[in-house]
């Protein structure tokens, strides 16, 4: 309830619902400060951090739902090269803020800091696109089919960082052929894992028609979901890649058959589930926030830092589009981390390596800084910049 | 996904689907026995056992949506008699076997088995009802009626013996006093929440009205239930009294102008939690089955004894109906035990007292085998006492 309050109040201020549950988030973690009481024990709770997971699962599952395989197949040159661009860039210059800020760590820090920069949330430019009457421009179509990919590079990204720094924690020798494996796992996981369900999923529906109970679309897909949520932890990789690999090859065809005789579509019966859960990691997410940090020498330099690096290294996917593309709009349009860019700080978080957390609580205020400053300063900046591009298309 | 199949699969056999989901259960826990991998690590894993209390919290506030505090106030006298007899027979009978049998565990242990018998699933005699065509018989009204105050009452019930229970395992002196200072507690919790819950549930969603956002029945709905759950199980009662409490308390009527500007009515919404989470416990509940348990000595010849007590103090209550009723269609009705008997094992099975569980793991087997008999019997047995109803009347 209290997400939900805060959600509406930050939405009557034109930013999105998240960030308010984010916001109830730092303020109930960080009651202590203001002489209220300690909420650590919900904190470290085992319960709220399964459920804030099943929250992150589901809500990655809803991001790859959004697209099919198809879609990924149809994304232009133009769109796959701003993707790209806009993965490497803000993960170049992520690496950098935090090797010239935090050069006592090692090169798998520096790696994972810029790999919280890679992933573009689109969902809130999309809103604002929406909401300006604007998904048909140019621009707009190059962001969204560069969301597609962008998504999935984010992931793959996340997968290699991750699996490099499990395996050094688990004292394996990190030569160039071990990362190239661990490189090549996270590849054949996605891909293996698109190209399998692509293949089975239509058939499993259409088997599953002989049960003839309700909720079987429901059943089918959360077991898809978690199965292979469960296969991506197996693999060594976050379980929300696979959660996203099930939401990438499912689609609404698969099940149709099972909506003519009565059943509820997929993304109906899911909004229960993730209107409860997803506010659930949000929160939790806002509750790591520990702001004493931020009067930590260093921290608020290095959250300024992160946020800049963040936003200049999408804004540079700008400037490889089409000639006659706005640059600009393409740019910001980009800018926004949102949840994705949470959930790789949260796995930061509890990734160890050498007894220590990869992502310090330290690093982890300046990346939802970073996640916050990203997320509000779109929806205005964009809004200028199609009302400039529409002025000069006038003109 | 199993559960599911295995719902599908009894429900073809004209049983519930419950029975399926408990039977996956059993035989997912006693995989080891036939040779196969054992899933002790997912039986005592915390997340399993939490998800499993979330679907246990959320079917009892289904259960209580059925019907309202009106409903309970006009519930006429001769199906509250029902439901009273109904209720204090089977635990006399209850008590009895466990003293006769396991004269060695102390009386607070007899009066929980007692307990476990209380509480009738009136789900399944509805849906045979309905199947018949008879749910506006008068044997079917009285049954219908006398299940909300059977509900209500089984629930007390286990609120004092489990507080009982508690404070003996905490040192307390139970004296006379100390014994109705809980009975007082119980039945001020319930009804308290009741009271303030009718008041405050319209009232707040009317306040609600002032958020725009989607989402907010099921936020405010939840945090009801939940709020409860959890205010009961801080004044030494079970969550789930808190949880059917707030079901009984909510009534369409309170969110009808939500959902008169596009919101999803809570039964709409609940449906995918319920779903997810409610197979979860019946299929822990069957894991927890350790059919070894049944070569035990003595262990078959309890199940039975106290199956046939269940079964007889239901039919005792067919002698109280007004002249006319058909006594044995009403005994039969009310003898399921279903979901609200498993809970009850549960609870039982983790609740310590001197070092053990107030339920053994032996009379747990015995309790879920009176639950599947209960259960199972009576659609048959109920449709055979329909038709001879039917042959009476027209004779």
């Known amino acids: 309830m209290g997400a939900k309050l805060f959600g509406a109040i930050v939405e009557r201020l034109g930013q999105p619902a998240v960030l308010g549950e984010l916001l109830l988030g730092v303020l109930l973690g960080n009651l202590a400060l203001f002489g209220g009481p300690s909420l650590a024990a919900l904190e470290t709770s085992e319960t709220f951090a399964i459920l804030a997971e099943l929250g992150a699962i589901l809500l990655l599952f809803e991001v790859g739902l959004e697209s099919t395989p198809k879609d990924m197949m149809a994304v232009g040159l133009p769109a796959t090269l701003v993707a790209v661009v806009g993965v490497v860039t803000p993960m170049a210059l992520g690496y950098g803020v935090d090797q010239l800020l935090h050069g006592q760590d090692s090169w798998m820090a520096h790696a994972f800091v810029g790999a919280m920069l890679a992933a573009t949330s689109v969902g809130i430019t999309a809103r604002v696109l929406q909401g300006a009457g604007s998904t048909r421009t140019p621009s707009a179509r190059i962001i969204l089919g560069a969301a597609v990919i962008d998504d999935v590079l984010g992931l793959v990204v996340l997968a290699i960082i991750a699996g490099v720094i499990k395996a ?3 004292g394996a020798e990190l030569d160039a052929m071990g990362i190239v494996a661990i490189v090549v796992k996270a ?10 369900g692509s293949f089975l999923s239509p058939r499993l529906f259409r088997r599953a028609l002989a049960i003839p109970s309700t909720g079987v679309v429901q059943a089918l897909s959360l077991s898809l979901c978690f199965g292979l949520a469960w296969l991506a932890q197996k693999a060594g990789l976050a379980p929300i890649v696979g959660a996203f690999a099930a939401g990438l090859v499912l689609e609404d065809v698969h ?6 005789r009565g059943e509820k579509p997929l993304h ?31 921290v608020i330099g ?6 800049l690096a ?14 006659g593309v706005p640059r600009l709009t393409v740019g910001l349009g980009m800018m926004p981390r949102g949840e994705v860019g949470l959930i790789f700080a949260g796995i930061g978080a509890s990734l160890m390596l050498g007894g220590k957390p990869i992502v310090s609580s330290a690093t982890y205020v300046a990346a939802v800084f970073m996640v916050v400053v990203t997320t509000m300063a779109t929806p ?6 199609l009302k400039r591009d529409d002025t000069r298309a006038k003109a």
């Open 168 to 170: 050094a924690a688990a």
């Open 187 to 196: 590849f054949a996981f996605l891909f293996g894992a698109i190209g399998i």
């Open 255 to 260: 099940f149709e058959d099972h909506v003519k």
């Open 268 to 298: 109906e019966s899911l909004r229960p589930l993730t209107a409860l859960l997803v506010p659930v990691f949000f929160v939790r997410m806002g509750m790591l926030v520990h702001v004493d940090n931020f009067v930590k020498p260093g």
């Open 302 to 307: 290095f959250a300024v830092f992160l946020t």
């Open 310 to 323: 963040a936003m200049a290294g999408k804004w540079v996917c700008g400037l490889v589009v089409p000639r």
């Open 380 to 385: 205005p900046l964009l809004l200028w910049s």
